[in-house]
T-cell receptor
Framework: AQSVTQLDSQVPVFEEAPVELRCNYS??????LFWYVQYPNQGLQLLLK??????LVESINGFEAEFNKSQTSFHLRKPSVHISDTAEYFC????????????FGTGTLLAVQP | DVKVTQSSRYLVKRTGEKVFLECVQD?????MFWYRQDPGLGLRLIYF???????EKGDIPEGYSVSREKKERFSLILESASTNQTSMYLC????????????FGPGTRLTVT
C-alpha cells in the first residue's frame, strides 16, 4: 500500500530564512504528487502539483518542489519565508485512476517567527 | 472558481445522537470524499463516492455511513455519535478524468460530548 512520510511534525524558522519541508512516498508505480496548505481554521488549498514533465514545479507564492523518482521524494522549499507562510503543509500522493484517491502525510507545521 | 461548502463550521453533539454533515460542490464533479483530520494523523479517508448513489469505503469507515442522492451533494452520517468521533471533518471533490487534485471545503469541527 502507498504511504507518505513527513518526518518533521513542526519546523520553526525565522522570517526571511530558507526552509525545506520533507516528503517521501512509497510506490512502485507512476504517481502524482501534491502539496496542500492549511491556514488556521481553514480547509486545504492546493499549493502545487507534479503530474508529469519537468520535475521542478513552482507555486505562485514562491514555493517550489522537486520530484525525485530515485529517492521517492517531493520536498518543498522556499528561499525566503514570510510570517504569512505560517500554516500546516500536507504532502499527498495519488496513483490516479478513476477515483483519484489521495494518500496524505501527517503534515508539517511551518512556524515562521519574526 | 470551484466551491465546496459544508453545512456547519462548528457542531456540538451529545453521545448517541445521529449526526448529519452536509457537503455541496458547485462544479459538477463526479468524485466526492469525506476525510477526518486529527493532530499527528493527517487526513484519513472515511468514504468516497464516484457517482450518484455509488460509494466506497475508505480507510476508516467504521461508525460512519454516507449518502449521495444528487451529484452535487455528499452527506456523512454518524449513526450514533461517540466521543472518539470528535474531530475536524473535511469534504472534497474532484472531476474525472482530466484533473487530479481535490478541492476542499472549509471543514466542520465536530465535538461530541
Amino acid at each position: 500500500a502507498q504511504s507518505v512520510t513527513q518526518l518533521d511534525s513542526q519546523v520553526p524558522v525565522f522570517e526571511e530564512a530558507p526552509v525545506e519541508l520533507r516528503c517521501n512516498y512509497s510506490s512502485s508505480v507512476s504517481v502524482y504528487l501534491f502539496w496542500y496548505v492549511q491556514y488556521p481554521n481553514q480547509g486545504l488549498q492546493l499549493l502545487l502539483k507534479y503530474l508529469s514533465g519537468s520535475t521542478l514545479v513552482e507555486s505562485i507564492n514562491g514555493f517550489e518542489a522537486e520530484f525525485n523518482k530515485s529517492q521517492t521524494s517531493f520536498h518543498l522549499r522556499k528561499p525566503s519565508v514570510h510570517i504569512s507562510d505560517t500554516a500546516e503543509y500536507f504532502c499527498a500522493v495519488s496513483e490516479g485512476g478513476a477515483t483519484n484517491k489521495l494518500i496524505f502525510g501527517t503534515g508539517t507545521l511551518l512556524a515562521v517567527q519574526p | 472558481d470551484v466551491k465546496v461548502t459544508q453545512s456547519s463550521r462548528y457542531l456540538v453533539k451529545r453521545t448517541g445522537e445521529k449526526v448529519f454533515l452536509e457537503c455541496v460542490q458547485d462544479m459538477d464533479h463526479e468524485n466526492m470524499f469525506w476525510y477526518r483530520q486529527d493532530p499527528g494523523l493527517g487526513l484519513r479517508l472515511i468514504y468516497f463516492s464516484y457517482d450518484v448513489k455509488m460509494k466506497e469505503k475508505g480507510d476508516i469507515p467504521e461508525g460512519y455511513s454516507v449518502s449521495r442522492e444528487k451529484k452535487e451533494r455528499f452527506s456523512l452520517i454518524l449513526e450514533s455519535a461517540s466521543t472518539n468521533q470528535t474531530s475536524m471533518y473535511l469534504c472534497a471533490s474532484s472531476p474525472f478524468p482530466l484533473a487530479y487534485e481535490q478541492y476542499f471545503g472549509p471543514g466542520t469541527r465536530l465535538t461530541v460530548t
